[in-house]
């Protein structure tokens, strides 16, 4: 997508040398403690920004230096609106096993990991005959278990196929669960006229330090509820209940949360405001090295004195 945009001179973007991390960045590139002499330019990264004191304790140095860029692969140019009378009351995830591995020790089990968790919460109320709140499922194996697991040893999940944008419209509520990194589908389910339960996380991408709980998301996975008690892996239910009863009781402030995602989604996070941030951002990087051009001149020139096409 940059290569088609930088090919038809939709985009400029200034000679610069820089360092760019294409990885999820679960090895964090960026952390403090490498004491690398530039940022990297990277597509996710640890924040402190929603560490409680427990967290923080866990993550001395702080949150990761990268400096954000969007990613291009996982994105939405255009809205999709489905009748929400018609939209299914349940929360739905589809989606493969994959984990930060960040939460053992908050919740005390090796193999900590939401969306596994929850997929197989969904899985066990069906089998109780109460498939009321959760339709979430993995769409491959998973058969990683631990003695001090989150998981019954031998239970097996049931499998899933894929769901495309317009199966996930279909629902009220989306879970927005991490991946190895940051859930790059978020910007995706904020095309959708859904409201969109945001798991809680360590990682972030480019944009979610413009975004608020309650406003643009309703969050979960929190670890601590108001009055400071602890909370378990299993509070989706209560942060389900609660939007449901608000849609019952004052269901403006659903469709207020919702607009205000689709608001920023449609502004902010289409394909050619996503170029425009990064000429912005690799601009005010460049600007940080009065020498840039010089350098690059000589470096330039000395790998095509040694044969390089370029």
């Known amino acids: 997508m940059m290569s088609a945009a930088l090919s038809s001179g939709r985009v400029k973007l200034p000679n610069t040398l820089f360092i760019?991390?294409?990885?999820?960045?679960?090895?964090?590139?960026?952390?403090?403690?490498?004491?690398?002499?530039?940022?990297?330019?990277?597509?996710?990264?640890?924040?402190a920004q929603h560490f409680n004191k427990f967290e923080a304790a866990m993550q001395p140095e702080g949150e990761d230096l990268d400096i954000l860029v969007p990613q291009m692969m996982y994105t939405r140019d255009s809205v999709t609106n489905y009748p929400w009378h018609l939209k299914k009351d349940i929360a739905f995830f589809r989606g493969k096993p994959h984990c930060t591995g960040r939460w053992s020790e908050r919740y005390n089990y090796t193999d900590a990991c939401s969306r596994a968790y929850i997929a197989w919460m969904s899985a066990r109320d069906k089998a109780a005959g109460n498939a009321t709140a959760l339709d979430a499922a993995l769409y491959i194996p998973y058969s990683a278990r631990a003695p001090n697991g989150s998981i019954?040893?031998?239970?097996?999940?049931?499998?899933?196929?894929?769901?495309?944008?317009?199966?996930?419209?279909?629902?009220?509520?989306?879970?927005?669960?991490?991946?190895?990194?940051?859930?790059?589908?978020?910007?995706?389910f904020m095309m959708l006229n859904s409201l969109i339960l945001h798991q809680r996380t360590h990682y972030i991408e480019y944009f979610y330090r413009s975004l608020e709980p309650w406003k643009h998301y309703v969050p979960f996975w929190n670890a601590t509820s108001p009055d400071g008690k602890l909370l378990g892996m299993d509070d989706i239910y209560s942060a389900l209940e609660h939007v449901r009863r608000l849609d019952r009781e004052n269901p403006a402030a659903i469709q207020a949360?919702?607009?205000?995602?689709?608001?920023?989604?449609?502004?902010?996070?289409?394909?050619?405001?996503?170029?425009?941030y990064y000429k912005a951002a690799i601009e005010r990087y460049k600007a940080l090295f009065p020498d840039m051009d010089t350098f690059l001149e000589t470096y330039v020139s000395g790998l095509r004195a040694k044969g390089w096409s370029i």
């Open 20 to 47: 760019y991390n294409t990885d999820d960045n679960i090895v964090r590139f960026g952390r403090r403690s490498r004491n690398l002499t530039v940022p990297s330019l990277s597509i996710s990264r640890l924040s």
């Open 257 to 276: 949360i919702i607009a205000n995602a689709q608001t920023f989604a449609i502004r902010f996070l289409h394909t050619p405001m996503r170029l425009q």
């Open 152 to 188: 019954p040893l031998n239970f097996t999940y049931p499998l899933k196929g894929m769901a495309p944008m317009r199966q996930h419209a279909k629902y009220k509520w989306l879970l927005n669960l991490e991946g190895m990194v940051a859930a790059f589908r978020l910007s995706q």
